[in-house]
Nanobody, 120 residues
Framework: QLQFVESGGGLVQSGGSLRLSCTAS????????IGWVRQAPGKEREGVSC????????NYADSVKGRFTISRDNAKNTAYLQMNNLKPEDTAIYFCAVKFGPCGGSYHYWGQGTQVTVSS
């Protein structure tokens, strides 16, 4: 059974940092692109970042460029999202998701999400 365990969310003050982790079990992440998607209250889901299966291609939403860094460690079957200089508008539930093939388009599998709250 495919499962993700997301961790690292929490409450942080504006300007602070958090690192989210997404660890898969039951399958290998090696051949999947991994993305982070967030959903704020009352808003649609927003793609934050995506990294290709070998890490060679990465993209970011304009709203997080220069502040967030996505990475992956296939040996640990884990992906990360380092979030620096957090702002109140980054408050959302952050989901880890994976898809076959390159970044872009719909994700095939989703984690349960982890809450990130940034206070002003």
């Amino acid at each position: 059974q495919l499962q993700f365990v997301e961790s690292g969310g929490g409450l942080v003050q504006s300007g602070g940092s958090l690192r989210l982790s997404c660890t898969a079990s039951g399958f290998s992440l090696d051949y999947y692109a991994i993305g982070w998607v967030r959903q704020a209250p009352g808003k649609e889901r927003e793609g934050v970042s995506c990294i290709s299966s070998r890490g060679g291609r990465i993209n970011y939403a304009d709203s997080v460029k220069g502040r967030f860094t996505i990475s992956r460690d296939n040996a640990k079957n884990t992906a990360y999202l380092q979030m620096n200089n957090l702002k109140p508008e980054d408050t959302a539930i952050y989901f880890c998701a994976v898809k076959f093939g390159p970044c872009g388009g719909s994700y095939h599998y989703w984690g349960q999400g982890t809450q990130v709250t940034v206070s002003s």
